[in-house]
């Protein structure tokens, strides 16, 4: 993402469209952009009855660099999706765009997906890493049908499949300590730990001569490097993630809020969904007001799971746990490898702003550690006792 400020970066329902695409390196001067279009989100349209519906979709994308302060455009162009379903199929629209890139840079990738009958439209940015040759996006993983798992974050599948053909390094998966901590309060003296590896884990990954293979997995935390570094960081999550339809992920993310002793009473009762339905309702004060505090605090679980995923859930980073409490930001100031909240106006000094750092570790996409400060402790109390109030901390 280039540097620059953003309103509503991360509040999804103020976006229309979600696409979701990462790109792969597969040669030294190429590159396929892998792209996956919700078609629910698309308007589909038929010229005479009895003729499938059609969407008309546009992806249009360009490579860029920028060097000595120049900017130039290597690749650009224009891809149209116009495919037919039959009513009631809403089956994701997936595919690739080969691109040409450039060895050992950085550039970026800027796309915008447009539905060309509605008229709506959603720009993207991704960043293209080709100086290291063991990048990241150089490893693409997928399903038993070789569709691609995007954000970093895996589905529930019978099969995983891994495809690197320019890393020619033997490869190890390795899992990771399945205990995530919660992140430390804003104020604390204290820094999120990522969850250590556990080396006894490590296991061959056996690639063929295009090095491409197979992987056992089942929901954890993952990395797959060789024998000096790890490569990628990445999660296999439960079927049901980003969303939250169980009652253990309702009770689990509660715990901002809630003090230890509630928190332990719904997790060890006989019947948690009643005691998480009475938390609500006490912090409410009536069943409608406690609808839309659970409303609310869950959708910004989701959206903290969809935008913030990183190996570990995106409710249990740091962005996540300040996006649940306090909500979005007016305003976003996105720098190279840090990213600044403001609840407020920027302008304004006494305004309340969050300071983010994209963690250092390369295998780790998406990764962010707030700055943490004692001043933030009041700040921190209020928002949490006026959701214990039943008063939202607005966004």
């Avoid at 990522?194 to 001569?209: G, K, Q, S, V």
């Avoid at 300040?322 to 305003?331: D, E, K, L, V």
């Amino acid at each position: 993402m280039q540097s620059g400020r953003y309103d509503r970066l991360y509040d999804y329902e103020a976006k229309e469209i979600h696409p979701d695409l990462l790109i792969h390196h597969v040669s030294a001067d190429s590159s396929d952009i892998h792209y996956s279009l919700n078609a629910s989100e698309f308007l589909f349209t038929r010229s005479e009855v009895g003729n499938p519906y059609t969407c008309n979709i546009e992806i249009q994308y360009k490579i860029v660099y920028v060097q000595d302060l120049l900017t130039s455009v290597l690749d650009s162009g224009l891809v149209i999706i116009k495919e037919a379903r039959e009513k009631g199929q809403n089956a994701n629209i997936s595919g690739k765009i080969k691109v040409a890139t450039l060895g050992n840079r950085h550039g970026t990738c800027e796309l915008a997906v447009v539905d060309k009958l509605r008229k709506v439209g959603q720009p993207v940015e991704i960043e293209i890493n080709r100086r290291d040759g063991n990048a990241r996006q150089n490893i693409l993983l997928t399903d038993g049908d070789g569709r691609p798992f995007f954000r970093n974050r895996m589905s529930p599948s019978s099969t995983y499949k891994i495809y690197c053909p320019l890393i020619q390094d033997d490869l190890q998966v390795i899992e990771h300590n399945p205990e995530i901590d919660l992140p430390p309060p804003p104020f604390s003296d204290s820094k999120p730990a990522f969850p250590e590896l556990l080396e006894e884990t490590r296991t061959m990954i056996y690639l063929d001569a295009d090095r491409r293979g197979y992987l056992e997995l089942y929901p954890g935390v993952f990395s797959i490097g060789n024998q000096s570094e790890l490569l990628l960081t990445f999660s296999v999550s439960d079927e049901y993630f980003p969303e939250i339809k169980t009652v253990d992920a309702m009770a689990n993310c509660l715990r901002y809020i809630t003090s230890r002793a509630e928190y332990e009473g719904i997790m060890n009762n006989k019947d948690p969904q009643k005691k998480i339905e009475q938390f609500w309702l006490d912090c409410g004060g009536s069943q409608d007001r406690a609808k839309e505090l659970i409303r609310i605090y869950y959708k910004r679980v989701e959206e903290a799971n969809r935008y913030f995923s990183a190996g570990i859930p995106g409710w249990k980073s740091d962005r996540g746990l300040i996006h649940i409490i306090f909500g979005n930001p007016q305003s976003i100031e996105h720098k190279r490898g840090s990213e600044i909240w403001f609840y407020g106006d920027p302008n304004n000094a006494a305004s309340l702003r969050f300071v983010f750092d994209e963690a250092t570790n390369k295998t780790l996409n998406n990764y962010y550690i707030l700055r943490r400060d004692r001043l933030y402790k009041a700040q921190w109390e209020r928002a949490v006792t006026s959701w214990r109030n039943g008063k939202i901390y607005e966004d």
